[in-house]
């Protein structure tokens, strides 16, 4: 039997644990025509999510549209990556002559890809790009509206943060002007990077602020995960307690890449028909860090030195509550608050620690905070 635990790409069917209460919260925010920032920490499974719900957008008839921002460096190609992903929701019947009508300013390309669908791809702009085709391509949106009155559209961008790094402020204000006009079409803006999206929708100078409604995706919580963890195993006859599930569910915070990693490192290094153990498990997690053992020590060797006190005080504390009071500032050696801060903000730019819900400093990598607290720990 292969291995029944996936991590690190998109997760689906009978890989993919829970989220039930998400997937029906995004499904009527989407019917309804709602404006929602998605957030959540890296790895968490939003994109896999929203995979899930597009499903069911289809099956409802509901036009959904995911635009992914990630790769865009520039506004142009933030215009490419918009036109695909609007043409895309055409589709392919008379494609070019429908492509002319959805763009003003835009050149599009036909291509095949290897499965025998057609694609399209738009010619940057030799100039500098205008405003006008900006809000052309994103008014596209409008026009696939008004086409298909039956219907609901639902915009889609994932990895939304990257906008703020495109050097073209155009982009956020054009955008902000375009939603709020249509209340029949909904927008979900989905991002990870923390401290980007806060200044995006949270800072009063941003133009999109409170342009939409929040909705945090969190880890998931144990009772949705020792029954799907304890299934995989014994599915092959591998028997698993409750007490190591929960103690390797306390190990990754129930995250869900570090949960399905570590749950893959224990698959591998067990047998069926055999009996997993605390051992094995300190075994797996062994494995992991190090494999990543490299890589951390990289990480750690290039932090400036206040960045490096304040990661490991994180750490061993796990989570850190109260990094400004004078009591763990002088644990810590900082001699100040500001000083404290600076090393707060260059990790949380550096997207190496998050703030929760509760207020609490953590470590988004799992394993990193396992492998401080493996080597600094006193």
């Given amino acids: 039997m292969s291995n029944p635990f996936s991590y690190g790409g998109i997760v689906a069917g009978k890989q993919f644990c829970n989220r039930i209460k998400e997937m029906d919260d995004l499904f009527r925010a989407g019917l309804n025509g709602e404006k929602l920032f998605i957030h959540g920490e890296r790895r968490i499974g939003k994109t896999s999510l929203l995979r899930k719900v597009m499903t069911r957008f289809a099956e409802k008839q509901v036009i959904s549209v995911l635009i992914n921002v990630w790769k865009c460096v520039d506004s142009a190609d933030f215009v490419n990556v918009c036109a695909s992903g609007f043409a895309e929701a055409e589709g392919t019947a008379g494609i070019m002559k429908r492509i002319r009508k959805l763009f ?24 500098k790009l205008s405003s006008a085709q900006l809000e052309n391509v994103l008014k596209a949106s409008w026009k696939i509206a008004d086409s298909n009155k039956d219907k609901r559209l639902v915009v889609i961008f994932d990895e939304f943060q990257q906008v703020r790094l495109l050097g073209d402020d155009r982009v956020e204000r054009l955008l902000r002007s375009v939603v709020q006009e249509r209340s029949d079409i909904a927008w979900f803006f989905c991002g990870s990077r923390a401290h980007l999206i806060n200044q995006m929708f949270l800072d009063s100078n941003s133009p999109l602020f409170r342009s939409a409604g929040h909705y945090p995706i969190e880890t998931i ?3 949705h995960w020792i029954p799907f963890i304890s299934e995989k195993f014994m599915s092959d006859g591998r028997d698993i307690s409750l007490t190591v599930v929960e103690k390797l569910l306390e190990i990754t915070s129930g995250h869900p890449f570090y949960t399905q990693l570590l749950c893959s ?37 290039s932090l400036p030195e206040q960045s490096k006190r304040m990661l490991r005080a994180i750490a061993i504390e796990n989570p850190l509550k109260s990094p400004y009071s004078g009591r763990v500032l002088r644990k810590l050696g900082f001699t100040s608050p500001s000083s ?3 090393a707060i903000e260059y990790l949380t730019s550096h997207d190496l620690i998050t703030r929760s819900c509760d207020g609490e400093y953590i470590i988004i990598d799992r394993f990193l905070g ?8 006193v």
Wanted: with cysteine; net charge negative; charged share 25%.
């Fill in 221 to 223: 919580t144990n009772e």
């Fill in 340 to 342: 404290a801060g600076r």
């Fill in 265 to 301: 490192s224990l698959w591998d290094i067990s047998e069926p028909d055999s009996v997993i153990s605390d051992n094995m498990l300190q075994q797996a997690l062994e494995i992991l860090l190090e494999r990543e053992n490299s890589t951390y020590h990289t990480l750690w060797n």
């Fill in 104 to 127: 003003d300013g835009l050149s599009p390309a036909v291509t095949i890809s290897n499965d025998g669908r057609p694609s399209l791809t738009f010619e940057r702009s030799a100039g």
């Fill in 370 to 377: 396992m492998w401080c607290r493996k080597n600094f720990a």
